[in-house]
């Protein structure tokens, strides 16, 4: 259980970096004369990918918090490994999007997240299994 809660904070933390690494990019980035960040579709974007990881971390954090007072919480690690997984995948690409041509090359960190964000969707359990898994220990298996 806490491998899965700690695969959560990573799998957050890195879309915290990707974020961060974005919104910079989006600041000094020009085009048409005009720095990314004028754009009301880069910043709607970026609001979308804080909302998904800070949804994120504040329930991983809550999960962390009751597994630390000692409530069992194996479900509930599951559905934020989950969750921290789908907001880290899809921050980490739109990510890559925002950075344009440049967030596709080898040599640029936000492509080495968006590889690299894509087995923490495996290990420590895959997500179909997560999913299966939070289904028996909610009961969700079980007849009426």
Known sequence: ???RIIMAVHA?????RCLDLTLSYVRDR???GKPLITRQVVRHKLVQMR???E???????????RHAAGSFVAGEACLA???????GKYVVDEAVQLHG???YMRESEVERHYRD?????????ATEVMTDLAAKLFGYDRLP
């Open 101 to 103: 041509g440049t967030g």
């Open 1 to 3: 259980m806490p491998e």
């Open 55 to 65: 949804l994120a971390r504040t329930y991983t954090r809550l999960v962390a918090a």
């Open 81 to 87: 490994k989950n969750a921290a997984v789908e907001a």
């Open 117 to 125: 964000m894509r087995i923490l969707g495996i290990g420590g359990g």
């Open 12 to 16: 957050y933390s890195v879309a915290q």
């Open 51 to 53: 909302q998904r990881i």
């Open 30 to 32: 020009s085009t048409f």
